[in-house]
């Protein structure tokens, strides 16, 4: 079987409309498998901050110089929970010079907002006052 | 110091616009450590199906003896899974006779993908063509 005919989960093409849609009906297992991933990358209390500091950050990229100093954790061990998050597509990093910069990738953000979001039929409107 | 005057993270606050905007501010301490579990019961494949499963059901309500049988796991695995989802608020469930009824509770996902929305601000438009 060439690589060209086995079936691939594409997160651009996820990312673009056609998404699984967690609520709208089951997910399959490999489906379940991707997003899990995404979702354990924020399980974590330290992750989740770093996230959002990198994501509200102006100018859109934060040096991990600057990332370190807000907690009480070793520099190995935050350069570790932002390697998950970049394993989990939902940051990139770039090197320049002595320092490590990240930035967002706000299309997995995109992805997992829009999987969490209800099927118009399913939203009941709000009775009139 | 009385009770009422600690700050206390209200989950339905949270759900009704004040949101803790994972992308728009940096999270505090206290408002990662409550998201982190539920991100974190998201974080596991066969959760994330029951979660679709139970969400996508018509009806609103979903018996685990339905459940039980699309998996190749034993009745308290699936149980383990269906508790976690459940202490995270991501459903509710209800005892009759013998089985009991799982339900989605649509403000918890509402809250998450409302936090993991971008900042109308931070969305650049696509350019004209």
Known sequence: ???Q???VIDQDTAA?????GLL???LDEDQAAVLAKVFKALGDPVRLRLLSMIASRAGGEVCV???TPAFDLSQPTISHH???LREAGLIAS???GTWVYYRLLPEMTDRLAGILTRPAALVVPEPAA
């Not at 673009?16 to 699984?20: D, I």
């Open 1 to 3: 079987m060439s690589k």
């Open 5 to 7: 005919e086995l079936p």
């Open 16 to 20: 673009e409309g056609c998404r699984p």
């Open 24 to 26: 709208s009906a089951p």
């Open 65 to 67: 110089c600057d990332l």
């Open 82 to 84: 932002l390697k998950l």
């Open 94 to 96: 770039e090197r320049r």
